[in-house]
Structure formats: C-alpha cells, structure tokens
C-alpha cells in the first residue's frame, strides 16, 4: 500500500492555498503563462484564472504580473508574493511526503499554444470569424470581457472581445481602455454589433418585460460571471430599475456563457436571463430587445504584426465575413468594422 496525502495552507483558521492553486503556481514558474500552466494540469483557462483570482483576493495581492516580451512574446511570471507562497506550500509538501515516504515527483508535458490566442467575452459571432481564419491554429477562451483584457495586459492573449459600456461617454469600450492602458500602448479593432435582450420561454407566459417585474413576480433569474460584459448590463439594469440583488430569485446562480443562459431557461432552471437573440432563437425561445451593444477587440500594439493577427483582421474585414454574420439573428457589422483605433489615454 502507499499512503496518499493532501496538503493546504491555512492562516488563522482560514484556507489559502492547496494543491489546485499550487500546481497552477507551479506551472506559471516553469512555463511562464497561465494558459500553458492550465493545459499541463489539465484544467481550462477560465478555471485556473477563478483560482488565481481567488487566491489573490485572500493574500491581499497580485499572485501573476506580466512578463515582457516582443511582438509574440510576454506571458505571466509570479510575483514575490507568489513565488514565497509557493516555496512555502511545496517546502510543507516535500516535508510531509519525506516523513512518509513517498517523495513526489512532477511531471509538467510540454504544451502548445495555438498561433491566435483570443481571451474575453463569449460571443457566436467570433466563432463565426474565427472559422474565416485559415492556415493557423485558434484558440478562443470564454472569461468576461475584464477578464479578457488583463489576459491581454499580461501577454496571455493576442486579443480580448469585449463590450464595456461607459456610462459617462454613452459610449462602448474605448473609455475604458483609456483609463487601463498608457497612451500608444494598446488599440482597439472595432468589430460588430449584436443585440442584447431579456431571454424567456417562448411566448413569455410569465409575462416578463423587466427586472422590476421578475422581482414583483419571484421569477428565477440566471446570472452571469462577474467581469462580463452582460454582468455589467445586468447590473446597470437594476441600478435604473431600483432593483437590489435580494429582490432576485437564483442573483447568485452564474453561468459564463449567453448559450449556458439560455439552457438555464429552456431546461426550467430560471425564468429569465439577459442574453442575445442568436443564442434565444437558437432554443427557440422569447426574446425582448434591451439595447444593441458594440463587440470590439483589444490587441497590445506591439502584437499588431502578429502573423495571426494579420489574419484576423483581414478575416473581420472581408465580405464574406459580413454575408455569414448576418446570417445570424440580431448581428450585424458597421462601416466601422475591422477599423484600429490608437487608444490615447
């Protein structure tokens, strides 16, 4: 027989780190990105980005900075804070395992990432785009579009798909990229328009035309992550509406994706959520018209000449692109789309 055991760190009786959050650390340190250190223990992105997210929310710091690189470089390497916390964790572990005896071995397989990295906001029509792309290898991770664009700033992503309203400017994504970026370091590559709405059961027998309503009529709301785009509507919502997290049925009830949102309603699991038409009209579902919303693209500029990039732009740009996006309900390009915009400040 041979003893099996499992290692974590508590400080004041409160959990830190343990063996998940460990070997994401570890894989940041020998492969220096988070996107490699999630493919080599076998977990996606979105799930090794809550855990460091997490683990940095209960050590009070940054756990990942960005690692400099050149046009297709950067990645992610620990802080100092990261670097002690993991010493820390498999100094304890290697004790445990030696008093045992049953030294611990681990093995790290060698990763690939794909040519075109695309980190943010879960879209259909970016599927669309990507199916344009040939001869290169894409990668699209669904996180939230503030999500996607600190993957960018780390040098994890070529691109983030974001749709972040201001609602000073009235206006879509370029006011936050100028309050997150320094002046010339980043553009934003203007993409498309969608619609986003209220998704019910077909008909919408509970008769849901707001928040305010759900809340009067106790329907079951499904939620989306927070740092999403829609998460941000949502909360928008309720701020105009009057409407308190309390006041809705399943608030806390989060999913990641428009598709996952409209399963929750069509299986019963919720009432409503908020979502776009395409992923309604794909479960044959109601669907009310709550804005149409602007889904951009952030790249670092220094990424601009990126062979894969190239080829996402001139996917966004050409006319077949167009035909196959207004295929789908409530999508649409713009005069604007596949224009790059300099961000400023």
């Given at each position: 027989m041979e003893p099996k055991f499992q290692v974590w760190l508590e400080e004041g009786g409160r959990y830190i780190i343990g063996e998940k959050e460990a070997r994401i650390l570890e894989g940041i340190?020998?492969?220096?990105s988070i996107m490699a250190a999630a493919?080599?223990?076998?977990?996606?992105?979105?799930?090794?980005?809550?855990?460091?997210?997490?683990?940095?929310l209960r050590v009070g710091g940054p756990i990942v900075s960005a690692k400099r690189g050149g046009e297709s470089g950067g990645g992610s390497v620990l802080t100092k804070?990261?670097?002690?916390?993991?010493?820390?964790?498999?100094?304890?572990?290697?004790?445990?395992?030696?008093?045992?005896?049953?030294?611990?071995?681990?093995?790290?397989?060698?990763?690939?990432?794909?040519?075109?990295?695309?980190?943010?906001?879960?879209?259909?029509?970016?599927?669309?785009?990507?199916?344009?792309?040939e001869g290169i290898s894409v990668e699209i991770v669904e996180v939230g579009s503030t999500?996607?664009?600190?993957?960018?700033?780390?040098?994890?992503?070529?691109?983030?798909?974001?749709?972040?309203?201001?609602?000073?400017t009235k206006t879509y994504n370029l006011p936050y990229l100028g309050r997150t970026w320094p002046p010339g370091m980043a553009v934003l590559i203007k993409g498309y328009v969608r619609?986003?709405?209220?998704?019910?059961?077909?008909?919408?027998?509970?008769?849901?035309?707001?928040?305010?309503?759900?809340?009067?009529?106790?329907?079951?709301?499904?939620?989306?992550?927070?740092?999403?785009?829609?998460?941000?509507?949502?909360?928008?919502m309720m701020k105009q509406e009057g409407v308190g997290s309390s006041e809705l049925k399943g608030y806390s009830h989060e999913v990641r994706t428009h598709e996952e949102v409209a399963m929750a309603v069509k299986d019963g699991k919720a009432d409503v959520g908020i979502g776009i038409r395409a992923?309604?009209?794909?479960?044959?579902?109601?669907?009310?018209?709550?804005?149409?919303?602007?889904?951009?693209?952030?790249?670092?500029?220094?990424?601009?000449?990126?062979?894969?990039?190239?080829?996402?732009?001139?996917?966004?740009?050409?006319?077949?692109?167009?035909?196959?996006?207004?295929?789908?309900?409530?999508?649409?390009?713009?005069?604007?789309?596949g224009n790059i915009i300099e961000v400023k400040g």
């Open positions: 340190r020998r492969h220096g493919k080599s223990v076998g977990v996606t992105y979105a799930h090794a980005w809550n855990l460091i997210e997490n683990l940095s804070t990261g670097e002690e916390l993991l010493s820390k964790y498999l100094e304890v572990e290697g004790s445990v395992a030696a008093y045992l005896g049953t030294p611990r071995k681990r093995v790290f397989p060698k990763v690939k990432v794909a040519d075109l990295v695309i980190v943010g906001s879960s879209c259909v029509g970016l599927k669309k785009l990507a199916k344009l792309i999500a996607g664009m600190t993957a960018v700033m780390l040098g994890e992503a070529d691109l983030a798909g974001i749709h972040l309203y201001d609602e000073y619609e986003q709405g209220l998704i019910v059961r077909k008909g919408n027998p509970m008769g849901i035309t707001s928040l305010r309503k759900a809340a009067e009529l106790g329907a079951t709301i499904v939620n989306r992550n927070l740092g999403s785009g829609t998460r941000d509507l949502l909360e928008r992923a309604a009209e794909a479960l044959d579902l109601g669907f009310q018209k709550i804005c149409e919303e602007e889904f951009d693209f952030v790249c670092e500029r220094r990424r601009l000449n990126k062979k894969g990039v190239q080829a996402f732009v001139n996917a966004l740009r050409s006319g077949e692109f167009r035909i196959r996006l207004k295929q789908v309900p409530g999508f649409r390009c713009t005069d604007e789309t």
